[in-house]
């Protein structure tokens, strides 16, 4: 038994050379093919290259079957494997090599396999009904005969589709509060598509290839090539699901940008080259003319690239501002500085927006209550759902108790408004029921409304941050400065946001009587500011505070003030 094996592993050995020749006279036959084709023939080039990898696969099972068909024919005496000769004997080190390379691969793959286990065990259902009934319309478009589940996941940064028989679309928590809505229903679409074309299950196949022919990189080349058309044909199929390449693109800019490690095995939105498919998505006329146009569009690329440098130069700080750069910029602010004077705010926080250069900084990371600039959160994640703002939403008595303990609100119980309203009263008027209502009405009740809370707080990076309520009214909700600089950053992304702070005054008709509410931060609409967007706060526990976006003196500021001892107006 011994002899057989020894002299069954020699003659294993001994053929992986010429195995290795032939893979690679298999790669150049399709180098050659792929030349033929046009490069936005994603379909066409993904059979190509598919039928190259796994013609590699059915030569090398088709030399191992040889190697391993019976007993081997008697070696010469001089030439038979022995004890004695195994030290010298080349074939049999290769055989021995590629049975632990081989072993060592599969061992990577059922680690991905597992890893990918821990995710789906360690995930949640999303249970948001807008959009499971988003993405069963995409399913039945597409013709998708098995249901596709939705599980939301903290271990990951890019959607990713699990499983075959039962797919899964696993969604990053941060995608879904940090977000908008457009632009990850074209990641799920991209999602769908896989799941449409039995991807994950071509997935597996690539990497049982690469698994037995490990050792040629002719093989991870064309393995490679492959998930880049998948990517492609799915960037494809989302972009005409969803009526459109925009949205897609922006959502691939935007994981770009996140610059995360995608899952191991599953496919994800991310694989391929995303620079190369943002372009194809957005220009695919250009890309027939590729090579003719090489060289002019490098060299005006290197011109943008220069100008882009210079502008950057003569235009604003690229670097960290020095403290006495930022001194010198300060002076130049007395109004803020009067201001952040008046407040007697003891954290205190003066950013320049386009630089992300700290101007001022008092006790910046200290975490302290901040009272109704809550709202601003609370805003953000009602908004990532992208709801029905004309929903009328009805005070009862639930937003009256949890809310007993703050300002008086007008809003009577029974009163009905619009999810858009209360939006802007939340907002513009710090109305506490308002705030109570969104949260309440929150697609999945306030238990949901606090786990997107918490998502929303870790997607932003909020280290010092902690919101117990929508409403700001408890003590417990905390955050620094520097955090609260963070949130109202990405509060400016939301024009409805934006716009709701920077309203100063509005009308609402509730429950038959006219109520007027006034901005609670008087300097909006005041001569001499430019605010593009506010929101104060203001209680016993957290002082006065303010947290604005401000454009003066030809620049945008982000201005905080927390625990304020006196009138921040």
């Known amino acids: 038994m011994t002899d057989f094996l020894l002299a069954s592993a020699w003659t294993l050995g001994g053929s992986l050379p010429a195995l290795a020749w032939k893979i690679l006279c298999l790669h150049a036959a399709t180098l050659a093919l792929l030349t033929l084709t046009r490069p936005h023939d994603a379909r066409l080039r993904y059979l190509l290259l598919g039928a190259a990898l796994f013609a590699g696969v059915g030569i090398g099972m088709a030399d191992v079957a040889l190697a391993w068909r019976g007993p081997p024919a008697p070696l010469p005496a001089a030439a038979a494997p022995t004890a004695e000769t195994t030290a010298t004997a080349w074939p049999l080190w290769l055989a021995l090599a590629w049975l632990a390379g081989s072993a060592l691969a599969a061992l990577r793959l059922l680690f991905g396999l597992g890893w990918l286990r821990g995710v789906l065990r360690a995930s949640q259902p999303w249970q948001d009904p807008a959009w499971q009934a988003r993405v069963a319309d995409m399913a039945r478009r597409l013709r998708l005969s098995r249901a596709v589940g939705l599980r939301v996941t903290r271990n990951l940064s890019t959607p990713v589709t699990a499983g075959w028989l039962k797919p899964v679309i696993l969604v990053p928590a941060s995608l879904v509060t940090g977000m908008p809505a457009d632009l990850l229903a074209a990641l799920l679409a991209h999602e769908l598509a896989h799941v449409r074309r039995h991807d994950y299950l071509v997935n597996l196949l690539q990497h049982a290839a690469e698994v037995l022919l490990f050792f040629h990189p002719s ?246 941050t902690t919101l117990e309520e929508p409403t700001g009214l408890s003590p417990a909700n905390r955050a620094s400065a520097a955090d609260v600089g963070r949130i109202v950053s990405a509060a400016a992304a939301y024009p409805q946001i934006a716009r709701d702070t920077t309203t100063p005054a509005e009308t609402v008709h509730a429950a038959g009587d006219s109520l007027r509410y006034r901005n609670t931060n008087p300097l909006v609409g005041a001569q001499g500011w430019d605010i593009r967007l506010s929101k104060t706060g203001a209680s016993t526990e957290a002082g006065r505070c303010l947290a604005m976006r401000i454009h003066i003196d030809d620049r945008d500021l982000t201005l905080v003030l927390l625990d304020g001892r006196a009138d921040c107006a």
């Open 219 to 464: 093989i991870w080349w064309l393995s490679r090539r492959l998930r880049i058309e998948r990517e492609r044909i799915a960037d494809q199929m989302a972009a005409a699901l969803i009526g459109g390449p925009m949205p897609l693109a922006r959502a691939l800019h935007a994981l770009e940008r996140a610059n995360e490690a995608p899952a191991p095995v599953a496919p994800a939105a991310r694989d391929g080259d995303l620079l190369d498919r943002i372009r194809r998505l957005v220009r695919p006329d250009t890309l027939a003319a590729r090579r003719a146009v090489a060289l002019p569009v490098l060299a005006m690329s290197c011109a943008l690239a220069g100008f882009g440098a210079w502008s950057a130069l003569t235009t604003g700080p690229a670097q960290p501002l020095s403290a006495q750069e930022a001194q010198r910029l300060m002076a130049r602010l007395p109004a803020v500085q009067a201001l952040i004077s008046a407040s007697g705010a003891s954290h205190v926080l003066v950013q320049d927006t386009r630089s992300g250069a700290t101007l001022l900084g008092r006790a910046e990371n200290d975490a302290v209550p901040i009272a109704s600039l809550t709202k601003l959160m609370t805003a953000m994640v009602v908004l990532d759902t992208a709801p029905d703002l004309s929903r009328a939403i009805r005070i009862d008595e639930r937003d009256a108790r949890a809310t007993a303990a703050g300002a008086a609100s007008p809003l009577p119980v029974g009163a009905s408004v619009t999810l858009d309203t209360l939006l802007r009263l939340a907002l513009m008027a710090s109305d506490n029921r308002a705030a109570h209502a969104l949260a309440r009405t929150y697609p999945g009740g306030e238990a949901a409304f606090a786990q997107a809370l918490r998502r929303k707080t870790a997607a932003l990076h909020l280290e010092h």
